[in-house]
């Protein structure tokens, strides 16, 4: 067991280091994903650019901003929960370890074994939305994005909890990790186009953003095809080699920070945003496209395969001598390899909002226009299977209320994924210049946080002036 567990918190510990195209928002994350067509000012970056030029239409302010106020997390699987750690790998009320019967035993290789866990996590350190009535909005942020994924195998787990039986191969190829950690800063610039009176749409805006990559570790199994025996003889046969690729600002046996990237590329973002003439004089409905992440980062500090030979003999297990021997063998070497190139995670996002007004909607200069509700409906199609991202398309559903234009409650639905169905929850509250957002990915974080494997949260405090 404690093999087990040192393995566990090793690859915690690396996929918590990682890098995330979940979210960049804390009222996407409240409002099942959504954020194509309903995202506004910073809350727009790395979502769809053309919505920084955009705004709550109860606000009318020149620049919003924040600083270190602005950060999410979110941990998905199918077993991994507090209850599961406290159960397994936490000791009891008088302070001995933990004792599994043949039942936990089993509980443990069934539900954790081949089975994937995602981590991701996200800070924005710095960012700043400039509106200007002639020359467009100008968006600027800083961003640590954090994720990884890690999977261990059923037969690892078995031979941990389990005398190994004679005979029977162990295959340990199911265990394998991809994480990443990559901080990046956004250029982003928003503007109205301008439409004809025969136009279909009201007004249309598009925008772009520039994404300079600084990417600080990269890790990833290469391949592993490790297996293990004990023959009828007692021997132990091993079989196979696990590989390992990196990149780091250190090696990969430290961390520590340095303001020189081990990586460095670009992302590129593009989006509109139109709203469609008026369908009553007390509503609207606008649409969003954006495609997300269209890039790459170039690792070229660190970069090294670790290989690991798992082709072996003992016969006797009571020997120092050999155990020393199978010590060297499956100590790794490390071999510098050439640069290497890895794509960011491209998500296409299309989205539909429908927005119900207290009063008929004004188009005067300076006018707000106080809501009722807004519903929105949200199709993500991401293009990569690593990072915590999956090919697996997301539909996601989001309705948020105006109570008194300060307390915005929100809730969400989102089907596909990697979650495949989660609930999401939150709230915004509007004070004057202080804006704030609390949210969830998963309302059962909030009622059962204890006993969920699909765990998330996030705060967004912003300015406005």
């Known amino acids: 067991m404690k093999l087990i567990i040192t393995v566990i918190c090793i690859l915690l510990f690396l996929t918590e280091a990682a890098h ?33 030029y955009h705004e709550r239409s109860v606000n009318d302010a020149g620049v919003y901003f924040s600083i270190g106020t602005n950060f999410n997390f979110l941990s998905n699987s199918e077993y991994l929960t507090f209850d599961f750690i406290n159960k397994y790998f936490t000791e009891n009320a008088i302070l001995s ?32 939305v400039v509106n200007t009535k002639s020359i467009g909005s100008f968006g600027f942020s800083i961003d640590d994005r954090i994720a990884g994924d890690f999977r261990i195998s059923r037969d690892f787990l078995d031979i941990g909890v389990y005398l190994p039986e004679i005979n029977r191969v162990y295959d340990f190829s199911e265990l394998k990790y991809n994480a990443s950690w990559i901080r990046q800063l956004n250029f982003s610039y928003a503007n109205k186009i301008h439409l004809g009176k025969k136009s279909l749409l009201k007004n249309l805006a598009f925008g772009v953003s520039i994404k300079p990559q600084f990417g600080l570790y990269y890790s990833e199994t290469k391949s592993n095809n490790l297996t293990i025996q004990l023959d009828n003889k007692l021997n132990v046969l091993g079989n196979g080699a696990l590989e390992l690729l990196f990149s780091g600002i250190t090696d990969f046996n430290e961390l520590q920070f340095t303001l020189k990237p081990a990586g460095f590329g670009f992302g590129f973002d593009a989006g509109i945003n139109g709203t469609f003439k008026e369908l009553s004089k007390n509503s609207i409905l606008n649409f969003g496209l954006s495609i997300i992440d269209l890039g790459y980062i170039n690792w070229t500090k660190n970069t090294n395969n670790y290989y690991y ?31 290497f190139v890895k794509t960011l995670p491209t998500n296409l996002r299309l989205g539909l909002t429908y927005t119900i007004y207290k009063k008929p909607v004004s188009d005067k200069p300076g006018a707000l226009n106080s809501e009722i509700v ?15 991202s999956t090919t697996k398309p997301v539909l996601g559903f989001g309705c948020e209320f105006n109570v008194g234009d300060v307390f915005y409650p929100r809730v969400g639905l989102a089907a596909g994924g990697l979650e495949k169905f989660v609930a999401s ?26 006993s969920t494997s699909k765990i998330s949260g996030g705060l967004s405090i912003k300015f406005k002036i």
């Open 309 to 339: 030979n798992g082709n072996y003999i003992v016969t006797d297990i009571t020997n120092q001598k050999q155990l020393d021997s199978l010590k060297e063998i499956i100590k790794g070497t490390r071999t510098p390899v050439l640069s």
């Open 97 to 128: 370890p933990v004792i599994l019967s043949d039942q936990d035993k089993a509980d443990l290789v069934n539900d954790a074994g081949n089975q994937t866990v995602n981590l991701s996590g996200y800070l924005r350190s710095l960012a700043v």
């Open 425 to 450: 929850f939150g709230f915004g509250i509007e004070t004057g210049p202080v804006i704030i957002d609390l949210g969830t990915y998963n309302i059962s974080s909030i009622f059962t946080p204890a």
């Open 20 to 52: 995330s195209q979940k979210f960049s928002d804390v009222r996407s994350m409240s409002l099942g994903r959504t954020s194509a067509s309903n995202s506004t000012d910073i809350d727009a970056l790395n979502n769809n650019p053309a919505n920084i």
């Open 374 to 388: 807004s519903l929105t409906g949200e199709y993500v199609q991401s293009f990569t299977e690593n990072l915590s």
